[in-house]
């Protein structure tokens, strides 16, 4: 499986629509590959708070439409990074969503994590509430965002769910980088899948963005990295790989839960 992950430059001078139009074209040059990945909230930029109320879409609102049709035009899987989704009966749900080749909707998930702790996503945004995973050419893809990767409870249940590899788009900032590395190898290592880490470049409301997207295999190894700007990083992946690592070093079979209560002094 070829897998390209866009690393976007989000910026405040570029519009919602012509960014939606200009990440259109990049996943259509993309008809080499297999899976296509984009960035977390890519078309308001993660840190826009004061856009989210009037950027917010429906699920099948515009970015739904433009990213179907990219990924039905390049023939790929797309994960297609989140939006801002407004639920007409309830809040607003960071939301990302993934399409077949053909162009169908093959899975969505609402951020469970919302970042921002009193203040931002964490309370303008609703908290998703199910583990999503969706068979790709050979691979089960178990989806998370940005924050989330900070949460290895997540990331087991997604194992235990049958997920081989993690999607994670994000708009990570730049001064907590060396976290989104480790994390994201720690990620990999411990639940033996690949992890496909798909961040924003640029700088959006202020904040500058880590870039530095990253792909690493069941092992722990780095297939590739991003460096800081906007650049698509293509990587080659073996879909048997996270079976024959699991075999070869059986670490998850020994899994000890709830067979002792905390001591408390």
């Known amino acids: 499986m070829r897998a390209s992950l866009i690393q976007i430059d989000v910026n ?16 259509r040059a993309q008809e080499d590959s297999d899976l296509v990945v984009l960035p977390e909230l ?22 739904y439409e433009v990213m179907a049709k990219a990924a039905r035009d ?13 639920d007409p009966e309830g809040p607003l749900f960071n939301t990302s969503l993934v399409f077949s080749p053909d162009g169908a909707l093959a899975a969505a998930y609402r951020k469970i994590h919302r970042f921002g702790f009193d203040e931002g996503e964490a309370v303008l945004m609703g908290a998703g509430r199910e583990l999503v995973t969706v068979p790709a050419d050979g691979l089960r893809l178990g989806l998370a965002t940005c924050y989330d990767l900070r949460f290895p409870e997540l990331f087991r249940g997604l194992v235990d769910a049958g997920a081989t590899a993690f999607v994670i788009p994000a708009g990570w900032p730049a001064r907590r980088r060396e976290h989104w590395s480790l994390l994201a190898r720690a990620r990999a290592v411990e639940n033996q899948a690949y992890v496909l880490a798909c961040g924003t470049a640029g700088t959006h409301a202020g904040v500058e963005q880590a870039g530095y997207s990253v ?22 992946l073996d879909p048997a790989r996270p079976g024959a690592t699991r075999e070869q070093f059986p670490v998850l079979k020994d899994r000890l839960l709830g067979l002792a209560e905390p001591r408390r002094r």
């Open 12 to 27: 405040d001078e570029e519009s919602v629509n012509s960014r939606r139009e200009r990440v259109a074209s990049l996943v």
């Open 42 to 63: 890519w078309p308001t930029g993660a840190w826009g708070y004061e856009g989210f109320a009037g950027e917010a879409e429906p699920l099948e609102g515009p970015t």
């Open 74 to 86: 390049a023939g790929v899987w797309l994960h297609a990074g989140s939006f801002v989704e407004r």
């Open 215 to 236: 792909v690493v295999d069941p092992w722990g190894e780095v297939l590739g990295e991003a460096g800081s700007g906007e650049e698509v990083l293509v990587v080659e």
